[in-house]
């Protein structure tokens, strides 16, 4: 199984940012799939995951300003990210879980204040 993620990148406060990531070697349509966060010093944190009934879940911190999609065709899932402030500033990671946990390999999303 395996995931890439991109779209990362450096954007002021207030802008937006759409991160995508690929899965293969998986079922994709079966299974959660979700974005998660890891600013320096700190733990990973959920930011949103969307179930393979298309159901979602969002952080608190996140609501209201990120949404989250699949296309189940592509086998992709998304992440936009509209009105960024630079505590989103991380490294995002895409999972996706059956049996167990995959994680892709992470994107660096930078927010200047």
């Known amino acids: 199984v395996q995931l890439q993620a991109s779209g990362g990148g450096l954007v002021q406060a207030g802008g937006s940012l759409r991160l995508s990531c690929s899965v293969s070697?998986?079922?994709?349509?079966?299974?959660?799939v979700g974005w998660y966060r890891q600013a320096p010093g700190k733990q990973r944190d959920m930011v949103a995951i969307?179930?393979?009934?298309?159901?979602?879940d969002y952080a608190d911190s996140v609501k209201g300003r990120f949404t989250i999609s699949r296309d189940n065709v592509r086998r992709n899932v998304y992440l936009q990210m509209n009105s960024l402030k630079p505590e989103d500033t991380a490294v995002y990671y895409c999972?996706?879980?059956?049996?167990?946990?995959?994680w892709g390999q992470g994107t660096q999303v930078t927010v200047s204040s």
């Open positions: 999972k996706i879980t059956s049996n167990r946990d995959y």
């Open positions: 969307i179930g393979a009934e298309h159901s979602t």
């Open positions: 070697g998986i079922n994709f349509r079966l299974f959660p």
